[in-house]
């Protein structure tokens, strides 16, 4: 997963990418509002942490001009603006979450992670496909009890595949969500490849089906109701 964070405050900013690259997100900083938006306009962040008092363009524009262009993404206000007349104003303008500074690690990743489910349509942090369950508060995958050993990568993926269960998922758009920045369009597709070869041969192990397919030339899909084997 991709967040941008558009916050000024440098130590702020620092602890968020810190706690944030802790739980294995890709985050990008920048300190300013002009900045934020260009940033936030060129590229796909899954989610944007949003200070208000920003220079050269403070976050209520900043909001304003996101929701104005369309962009589908959630945007998470982190501010010390406590007050019922900043938080009505920026849900307003489209936040999809306010929380006041200074906050709790804890409740920021809850937060991060409610903002995730329902992006995705998600109701809950334990998403079951046939007889998986991905638990995604404790970054845990279970068949039948077990839980199975997957490498960060693979988790990645699987937790990524869950989110959009029974949708065919492109190549790129995996890439992008799970090695961000550091994606190379070359060697990507076969990165992806060996990895979905891997979880293919753990979830097989202990299953009666197939539960990702590919589809040639389209993408993979991770579907509830899987394929005999």
Known sequence: MNFLIIEDNIRISDNLKYIL???????ECIDNGEDGLRLALDNNYDLIILDLMLPEMDGYEVLEALRANKKNLSILVLSAKGQVEDKVKALDLGSDDYLTKPFAPAELLARIRSLLRRKHGVSSNI?????????????????????????????EIIEFLAYNKNKVVTRVSLGEHIWGESLDLFTMSNFIDVHIKNLRKKIEEKTIKKYIITKRGLGFILTDKGEDL
């Open 127 to 155: 998403i079951e496909i046939g007889e998986l369950i991905i638990d995604i508060s404790k970054k845990e995958i279970i068949i039948n009890d077990e839980i199975i050993d997957f490498t960060l990568k693979e988790y």
């Open 21 to 27: 690259t802790k739980e294995n997100y890709n985050v």
